[in-house]
Each structure stands twice: as C-alpha cells, then as structure tokens.
C-alpha cells in the first residue's frame, strides 16, 4: 500500500504539534513541570509518533517527514528513557563530600597498587641518588633542588619574613592550577591502559626519594619534613588518588567483568571517576594554598616543631576522611 | 533494505523503532572546535580588561586570578555550555552539531566532565593530533573522550513540520482521464519503485543534463512496460513527464 504524505501529514499534524509543545517544555522545565495528565497524554503522543513514522517508513518515500519525525522521535526518546536532572541542595553536597571517600574506598585495590608504585619509584629514586650523586641532574631535574641541601636551607632560613609579600597569591593560583592540570593528566592516561599513569606516579616518587634522601644524606633532616610535610601531606596523596582513577580506568578497559561489554563498563566508572577528580581538585586547591602561605615560611619566623605538628594532623585528618568518612551510608546502601 | 549510513549512527527504541543520527565529521567538530577556541579567547581578553582593574588594588591577586581564570576558562567553556545547552557549544551550534549519548539518551553530568576532561589526552603531542587521529579511525568519529564517556557529535539542525506545498502538484494530469488505468498501475508498481520515482523527481533539478535525461528515459520505460495508457495522452509527453503523471497517479490515489 501506498501512502497519501499530504493526506497523511493533514491528518497527523495536530498530533505532532501537541507532542512537540510538550517535548519542548520537559526540555525546559524538566519532568516536574508536566501534570500526570499531561505525561499520560505525551506518552500516548509518544507512541502514536512512532506508529506515524513506521506507517511512513512502511508505505512512503518522503525524505523531510521523515527526517522530521525521527527528529521528534529522538528527542522523545532521549526524555523518557535518559536519567533525571539533578537538583541542587545542602544534602547533594553533604552526600558528594561522603561519597568522594566511598568511591577511594571502594577501589581501594587501585590505590594500593599506585601506592606500591610511588613506594617503589621512591626507593629507586632514593638508591640511585645515594649510590651515584652525579644522577642527581637527571633524576630532579629543577634549578632550585639541584644545589646543597645545606645551602639552601641557609639561604631559606636567612630570608627575610616578608620575602614572599606581593607573590604568595599568584604562586598559590600557580601550584594549584599545574597541580590539578598534572592530576587531570594522570588519571586520563589510564586511557593508554594504564601505562601512562602508572609511569607518571613512578616518576613522581622517584622524584621525592631523590629529594627525601638528598636531604637526609646532608643531616637536614628536619627542615626537609618541615618544608614538605605541610603541603605534601595533602597533595601527594591527591596525585595517588588521580593515579588510583587511572588505574580504574585501565581496569575497566583491560578486564571484562564477566559478560559486561566495553561501554557497560565504562557507563560503570564514570560516576566514581567525577566524584574522584572533584575531590582531587579540592584537595590540590588547599595544597596550593598551604604550599604558598605556610610551607614557604621557614625557622626562625615559622618553628619547624610548628610545621610538622600541622603536616602530621593534616596527613592524620586526610586518611580519617579516607578511611571512616560516610561509612553509615555505605552500611546503609549494603543493607538495601 | 534499510541499512544504516556508514556516517550515522542508529537507534533502536524498546517498541522497535528505528531512527537515525547522522554522525558530525572530523573536519566540521575541528572547526567548530576553532571557533570554540576563538570564543575562549575574546572572552579572556574582555575578562582579563576586568581584572587589570583589580591590579590597582593588589597585583598580586590580580594575577592569581588571571591564572586561575585562564584554567577555568578553558575547561568549564566546554563543561558548563555542554552541560546546561544540551550538549552545545558557540561553534557546535554554528555547524548544527551537538553533544549525545551514543544510546540517544539525555547527556548526564558525569559524561560531560569526561570527556572535556580527556581532552588532556585528545590534545597530545599538539593540536587534538591523537584525538582527530582516533575519531578518523572510529566507526562512530569517537575521540578517546567520546569513548570513555560514552558520547557520539552529531548533526542536529532544527527541524519544522514540512509545507504541504513541497509535496503536492497541482498541475494537470492526462493520466487522471483513464481511472482504470490508473490503478492497474498502482497495483502493479511496488512501494520501492513508486520512492525511486518520487525521489528522481525531488532530486531531478539537481542532476546533470544528460544523467537527468537518461534516468527519466529509464524510468519512463520501466512504468511503460507496467502499464500502457492510451496513445492520445501518453505520446506526446517528454520522459520526465510521463514518470511525473505515473508518480502523481500513484500517490493520489494513495490511502
């Protein structure tokens, strides 16, 4: 059979007219803004639009109906079948504060092996300096670490109180920008199956080994813990935690978990890999903020006792949140 | 018969319809990608004119927040108009393109963030090489971002109900004097040759002379051989016109 288009487009205009008002206010105004009678009628619209677009398909060649129609069809269909918007309030944040730590839990396996990696960088880095110091070029390759420990701390420690006056905002913004932007970049190598990341979390710790036991080996021992511990005590653990979303990104490209495909993997991942670089990002930001106006600032104008009493209760708050943060919920969520 | 196109990507919905989606190139995302970043760019400098004011109070902050700013710029441009346009941006919507899920879905928040995030990745080593070189190769011209977050960049230009006038002919038909005909000749085309005729005809001013005369001179001889309307109205018509009466026959008669 052979369909008349004119009679049939006369026919079924006003169907589609009313189909298309209602899609453009659930577009707009979200679910909430159609009453159940409304709904009832769209998701009747709905399917006489399909019916129309078969029955045409079937008994017609009308290019621009069709196109038209399947245009209506789509977005219909993208409106009934996708998730609901979310809405904005105290509690979503509360529940996105608690379920950063949920989402570090639950793939606690990734962060111990990035752990073990930074470990293992650190100890290579640190042997290969101790056994031979001319490495010390290649393996931290930055002006300001590549002098005497000794010398430097008498050159911190002689510096006037206010030498950081006038730059301790933009070398904040600094840190906190390059920081995030290597912790964005560590957790989307995981693209490359993990090779990627896990090779910028080696490097990472072998650059700190090197440092740790440059400073060791010149007896500074103290100004070293005090100089890193209060910002690194929150940004190396950042960078373990972007490295722990590269390697659940790895996981979910190299490993099947039983039949589910590719896609139904990483549709599975997404959700705790935004909770992860949220997290990540904030915790880098007040990094940057205590690297600037804290950690620049060295005995006699800072005790070092004072340092490392901060770095030792921010590290210990850090692996509190890790650990216990929103574990009610997480019972909760067990017992459904 | 109905195969999708290589460069669109198909949808089937639980009742079991079908619908297509006709998949954005490489070379149009690029350059709509160019006007993106043009866009970023005259937002800087209208911002930064902004900020050079806050340096009379403190420079200092001021170029914290020129640093800071650059880094949100450049990527909540792509998160926040992706996210709160539906899945547009300034040069998506000028090339009629848009952000969606590869399942014909509402894009979610989790997928915009990814795959904005991955440009990190899509950019390497300079200018969305690795990016533009994996979508050139993806069945659906996925970057790495599309993939990990399970989008595809389609064509979207708006759509309107089509005017009646398009379709309908009003002029006179001879065939309309031999109603017996006619109708043999609706039972005796089928539904895919009446759209090749029909579709010959929406297309015919864009064919070539000689193409235009040699497909009309198939056709007609094709509709000749199913019916034979009497001499006096069917022999002085051109080819074109004899397949134009055929078609106009045909569908008038529709249901």
């Given at each position: 059979m052979i369909l008349d288009v004119?009679?049939?487009?006369?026919?079924?205009?006003?169907?589609?007219?009313?189909?298309?008002?209602?899609?453009?206010?659930?577009?707009?105004?979200?679910?909430?803004?159609?009453?159940?009678?409304?709904?009832?009628?769209?998701?009747?619209?709905?399917e006489k639009l399909g019916a129309d677009l078969v029955r045409l398909k079937a008994a017609a060649f009308e290019p621009a109906t069709r196109i038209y129609l399947e245009s209506l069809l789509a977005r219909g269909f993208g409106e009934l079948h996708g998730s609901r918007r979310a809405r904005f309030s105290w509690r979503t944040i509360s529940n996105t504060v608690a379920e950063f730590a949920r989402v570090v839990r639950r793939n606690s396996k990734s962060l111990g092996f990035c752990m073990a990696l930074f470990l293992l960088g650190g100890v290579f880095g640190g042997l290969s300096l101790a056994l031979d110091p001319d490495s010390k070029p290649t393996l931290m390759p930055f002006d300001h670490l590549l002098g005497s420990p000794n010398d430097r701390v008498d050159m911190e420690?002689?510096?006037?109180?206010?030498?950081?006056?006038?730059?301790?905002?933009?070398?904040?913004?600094?840190?906190?920008?390059?920081?995030?932007?290597?912790?964005?970049?560590?957790?989307?190598?995981?693209?490359?199956?993990?090779?990627?990341?896990?090779?910028?979390?080696?490097?990472?710790?072998i650059i700190i080994g090197a440092v740790v036991v440059d400073y060791i080996l010149a007896g500074e021992s103290i100004f070293l813990t005090g100089w890193l511990l209060p910002h690194g005590s929150v940004e190396i653990p950042a960078i373990l935690l972007a490295g722990q979303g590269g390697l659940i990104i790895a996981r979910a490209l190299l490993f099947a978990r039983g039949r589910m495909s590719l896609m139904a993997r990483l549709q599975d991942i997404r959700r705790d890999l935004v909770f992860l670089i949220g997290g990540i990002a904030v915790l880098l930001i007040w990094a940057g903020i205590v690297e600037s106006f804290f950690s620049q600032y060295h005995y006699p104008v800072l005790p070092y006792s004072v340092k490392i009493a901060f770095g030792v209760v921010q590290l210990l708050a850090v692996f509190a949140y890790v650990l216990f943060f929103g574990r009610k919920g997480e019972k909760a969520e067990a017992v459904q | 018969m109905n195969q999708p196109r290589f460069n669109a990507l198909e949808i089937e919905t639980p009742e079991g319809i079908t619908f297509e989606y006709l998949l954005a190139s490489p070379l149009v995302r690029c350059m709509a990608l160019a006007i993106d970043y043009l866009t970023i760019a005259t937002l800087f400098l209208i911002i930064s004119a902004l900020i050079e004011i806050l340096g009379w109070i403190s420079v200092d902050i001021a170029t914290a927040f020129y640093i800071i700013f650059y880094f949100a710029l450049s990527i909540g441009y792509f998160l926040i108009l992706e996210f709160g346009w539906k899945g547009k941006t300034i040069g998506k919507k000028l090339f009629n393109l848009k952000v969606m899920d590869s399942r014909g879905f509402r894009l979610r928040l989790d997928q915009v963030v990814m795959r904005n995030l991955m440009r990190f990745v899509d950019?390497?080593?300079?200018?969305?090489?690795?990016?533009?070189?994996?979508?050139?190769?993806?069945?659906?011209?996925?970057?790495?971002?599309?993939?990990?977050?399970?989008?595809?960049?389609?064509?979207?230009?708006?759509?309107?109900?089509?005017?009646?006038?398009?379709?309908?002919?009003?002029?006179?038909?001879?065939?309309?004097?031999?109603?017996?005909?006619?109708?043999?000749?609706?039972?005796?085309?089928?539904?895919?040759?009446?759209?090749?005729?029909?579709?010959?005809?929406?297309?015919?001013?864009?064919?070539?002379?000689?193409?235009r005369i040699k497909l009309f001179a198939d056709l007609a001889a094709h509709f000749k051989a199913v019916v034979v309307f009497p001499g006096d109205s069917a022999d002085i018509l051109t080819d074109e016109q004899y397949v134009k009466n055929c078609v106009e026959s045909i569908f008038r008669g529709a249901k």
């Open positions: 004119e009679k049939f487009i006369r026919n079924r205009q006003r169907d589609w007219s009313r189909y298309e008002t209602l899609l453009g206010v659930l577009e707009e105004r979200g679910r909430k803004s159609l009453s159940l009678e409304e709904v009832v009628e769209f998701h009747g619209l709905y420690e002689s510096l006037d109180p206010d030498h950081m006056d006038g730059a301790k905002s933009r070398f904040s913004a600094q840190l906190m920008t390059h920081n995030t932007r290597v912790a964005i970049f560590t957790l989307t190598l995981g693209i490359t199956f993990g090779v990627g990341t896990c090779i910028l979390i080696f490097y990472n710790g | 950019s390497l080593p300079l200018f969305y090489c690795l990016g533009g070189v994996v979508s050139l190769i993806n069945r659906r011209s996925q970057r790495l971002g599309d993939i990990i977050a399970g989008t595809v960049v389609v064509r979207a230009p708006d759509r309107e109900i089509p005017k009646l006038s398009e379709i309908s002919d009003t002029e006179y038909n001879s065939f309309s004097e031999h109603p017996r005909m006619e109708a043999l000749l609706r039972e005796r085309v089928s539904p895919i040759q009446a759209k090749i005729a029909l579709q010959a005809l929406q297309r015919r001013d864009s064919l070539e002379p000689t193409a």
